[in-house]
């Protein structure tokens, strides 16, 4: 009687190490399923990104040029009215 019992334990435990096991097993499978399922849809849509992202690369480039131009022309400007008059205040020192 005790044999079957032990018997009959071993079982149940052997049971319920199945079955708590399942659940962690059934998680990874799905998430290898998943990874799987990526690899195969992920280079296409990266290929499509890199394109949406060298648009928009360019159209900041071109904003960013376009905001920075006028203060990039302010400071030739005051560099050459800085020059020009440099050279006329050397004119000036030389006649005095």
């Known amino acids: 009687m005790r044999e079957s019992l032990r018997d009959v334990s071993v ?4 049971i ?3 079955v ?3 659940i962690p097993a059934a998680i990874l499978g799905a998430c290898v399923y998943g990874v799987h399922w ?3 849809k992920l280079p296409p849509l990266f290929a499509q990104a890199h394109k949406y992202l060298a648009l928009v690369q360019l159209y900041v480039n071109r904003a960013c040029a376009a905001m920075v131009a006028p203060t990039i022309r302010m400071h030739a400007v005051a ?5 020009w008059r440099n050279t006329l205040a050397g004119f000036v020192k030389e006649k005095n």
């Open 79 to 83: 560099a050459q009215w800085g020059a």
């Open 11 to 14: 079982i149940l435990l052997a």
């Open 20 to 22: 708590l096991l399942l």
């Open 16 to 18: 319920e190490s199945f």
């Open 38 to 40: 990526l690899r195969r």
